[in-house]
């Protein structure tokens, strides 16, 4: 609904995925309840917004006759998340979930602060203007 009053979507992309990462370990280094739940609801917020725009750039910018294959890949992703799920409870254990939840964020805000920085493109995409149809 908001896509045409949203002139660079890179950078709202981005912003959204270091403002997921950043909310996260908040809520996950917050020992009272009522802030932590409003820090959770951000959470998913942010992370929802992120999504949806990552998912829109992709369908929009990719071209017709390879946009089975590119979400197919980009699907591919949230198949091979039960992989991380050991190696985080392993460091749950060795430091309890809230530090590891929370240095899991702050790594997943730097790797998107490095990626934004190291590609300038992503920050500068813009999806293309949608034609009305009839």
């Known amino acids: 609904a908001y896509g045409a009053r949203i ?7 981005v912003i959204t ?3 997921f990462g950043v909310m996260l370990a908040l809520f996950a280094l917050s020992p009272w309840w009522p802030v932590s739940l409003m820090l959770v609801a951000l959470t998913s917020g942010f992370s929802a917004v992120y999504m949806a725009q990552n998912n829109t750039i992709i369908q929009l910018m990719v071209a ?12 591919m ?3 091979l998340m039960p992989f991380g799920t050991l190696p985080m409870g392993a460091l749950a254990e060795a ?3 809230p530090t590891a939840v ?9 790797v998107v602060l490095f990626v934004a920085l190291r590609l300038p493109v992503l920050r500068q995409l813009r999806a ?3 034609q009305p149809t009839i």
């Open 95 to 97: 430091l309890g979930a």
């Open 77 to 79: 992703t949230f198949g």
């Open 7 to 13: 002139r660079r979507q890179g950078r709202f992309m």
């Open 64 to 75: 017709d006759e390879y946009r089975g294959r590119v979400m197919s890949v980009y699907l």
């Open 17 to 19: 995925a270091m403002m």
């Open 128 to 130: 293309p203007e949608l």
């Open 102 to 110: 929370a240095g899991h964020a702050i790594l997943c805000t730097l």
